[in-house]
């Protein structure tokens, strides 16, 4: 294992060779859906009542009460209130998450109309999916850049060779634990350099520096990949 190892250093030497081990997890995994560009128009008719209300929560009209179909291309942060920005309270979005989920649970539409039924599964499922991206700092980052029309680099060009040889010993460090115990040291190291990472995001996004943002989010992408690896040394370790 050694062996490869020094080979694929050297070839890292020579060339932007990325560097990611047998049990990492592809970059491309992390990617976000393309996100809609909307122009600011004004709300749709409602379907119910038909009338050009402002919508309250985004959903419900406030004429006649109804739940409105659901906006797949609504900003997740408007769906939340929060401003468009990476820095955000995660007390606050969990606690936002959770009073929308209660407006559009299932249980309070099971007697209503079978179109608003349908609505509350669907706002339901995308206020989920806005969730989990706003609440993971690389899916945030990532969503914002999609935000601004840009998207990440398809190799590791934004990345010096010094990284991607300290990720090659950190997987090799993986690659040699023989326990849990060192395992878990490994992952703790990675857990402080991933918050380190997002709270540079944070400054990177205020700066409108994109490109300096791009190359943190491919850095944290290989973090989370020797993470992955961690975790499937670990379940390893306990299965043997």
Not at 33 to 47: D, L, N, Y
Not at 92 to 104: C, E, G, H, W
Not at 126 to 154: F, V
Request: hydrophobic share 35%; with cysteine.
């Amino acid at each position: 294992m050694r062996s490869v190892i020094n080979g694929l250093k050297s070839a890292v030497r020579a060339t932007n060779y990325s560097p990611l081990g047998r049990n990492t997890v592809p970059l491309e995994r992390f990617r976000l859906p393309e996100v809609r560009q909307f122009a600011a128009e004004s709300s749709p008719a409602c379907w119910n009542c038909q009338k050009q209300s402002k919508l309250k929560q985004n959903m419900i009209c406030s004429d006649c009460g109804h739940l409105q179909d659901v906006d797949a291309g609504i900003n997740y942060f408007d769906l939340l209130s929060f401003p468009t920005q990476f820095s955000l309270e995660s007390q606050k979005l969990t606690k936002n998450f959770r009073q929308l989920q209660t407006i559009v649970h299932p249980d309070k539409y099971s007697n209503k109309t079978e179109r608003e039924q349908t609505n509350s599964a669907d706002w339901s499922s995308l206020i989920n999916k806005a969730y989990k991206t706003l609440a993971t700092p690389i899916e945030r980052g990532q969503y914002l850049l999609q935000l601004e029309g840009e998207e990440m680099p398809q190799d590791n060009s934004a990345l010096n060779k010094e990284f991607l040889m300290a990720m090659m010993e950190r997987n090799e460090e993986v690659e040699d634990a023989e326990d849990t115990q060192t395992l878990e040291e490994l992952n703790a190291q990675l857990i402080k350099d991933l918050d380190k990472m997002s709270q540079k995001l944070n400054t990177l996004f205020a700066a409108k520096d994109i490109q300096g943002v791009k190359g943190t989010l491919v850095e944290m992408k290989y973090l989370l990949s020797i993470q992955n690896s961690i975790k499937q040394k670990q379940q390893s370790l306990l299965g043997s």
